[in-house]
């Protein structure tokens, strides 16, 4: 029965392959094609070699973005993920009414990022008229901006994948340790928080990747303003390409340089968290 399944495998397999191919890998190898030329529609491109690569770390804007981002997804990483766990282990207590309120928690997710942006905007823009400035006044005000606005999307998120890695702790483990004498903190250093550790490398790589691809919320909230200061790498690819004549091909040499740095990233993140999961 196994082997005959197995013959007809390629005829089912077959159309997702096509639509793979088509939408994504044929793309994706035009794409790494395109960033060694020069062009303006795909059938005028001329081949420059490193021409684009050398402009791309020239480029004072990607570099300032660079590290914009990679302030941005530290702290949104390290904030998202520990919020998440903390409203986890709240919402897997005693507490009364833990479906409503991990209903309230994960609605924000369910809000597009463009969306999400504008509303934002206009809530931080209401406390800062106070003052006498809007957000694009400074730098920070972007930055944090962005961090709270990234926080209250993907708490929720990460608080339902979290809620789903302590359920799965066993709970006679728990009720052992009590019996031998552990506290709270004991539990959870020792066993909560080991063995979640899988939830937690794929809160992490989620909240990584995200954070580091954020095109939407950034473009909504702040396009880069001021002075392209708080433009993140998404943002700063996408005027490069679509905003800058003749940087097409250089542009699409910073999506290549992308892809490169957040697979690197995401890949390493997901090897060092694995290493420190325990087998139940």
């Known amino acids: 029965m196994i082997k005959s399944l197995k013959k007809y495998f390629p005829i089912f397999a077959l159309p997702t392959i096509i639509a793979f191919s088509i939408a994504f890998f044929i793309p994706f190898i035009m794409g790494i094609y395109l960033s060694f030329t020069e062009f303006h529609t795909v059938i005028d491109a001329t081949w420059v070699g490193l021409?684009?690569?050398?402009?791309?770390?020239?480029?004072?804007?990607f570099i300032n973005a660079l590290w914009f981002t990679t302030k941005f997804t530290i702290v949104s990483v390290i904030t998202i993920n520990l919020f998440g766990f903390i409203l986890a282990l709240l919402l897997t207590g005693s507490l009364k009414g833990t479906n409503i309120f991990r209903t309230i928690f994960f609605m924000p997710n369910l809000i597009g990022g463009i969306v999400l942006g504008y509303i934002w905007l206009?809530?931080?823009n209401s406390v800062l008229y106070q003052f006498g400035v809007t957000i694009t006044y400074d730098p920070k005000y972007g930055f944090w901006g962005l961090v709270i606005l990234m926080n209250w999307q993907l708490i929720g998120y990460m608080m339902i994948?979290?809620?789903?890695?302590?359920?799965?702790?066993p709970h006679e483990l728990i009720e052992a340790a009590k019996i031998d004498g552990a506290n709270r903190w004991q539990i959870l250093k020792k066993i909560t928080v080991p063995l979640v550790m899988p939830a937690a490398t794929i809160g992490l790589f989620l909240t990584l990747t995200n954070s580091f691809k954020l095109f939407d919320q950034n473009l909504a909230l702040t396009n880069g303003a001021p002075a392209e200061s708080t433009t993140m790498l998404a943002l700063n690819i996408y005027k490069t390409f679509y905003g800058r004549m003749g940087w097409e091909g250089v542009g699409q040499a910073k999506g290549v340089i992308f892809f490169i740095i957040v697979g690197a990233i995401a890949l390493t993140q997901v090897a060092i968290t694995r290493r420190r999961e325990v087998e139940m």
């Open 51 to 61: 021409k684009n690569y050398a402009l791309v770390f020239t480029d004072e804007g």
């Open 161 to 169: 994948i979290y809620i789903a890695g302590i359920q799965n702790v």
């Open 122 to 124: 206009s809530i931080i």
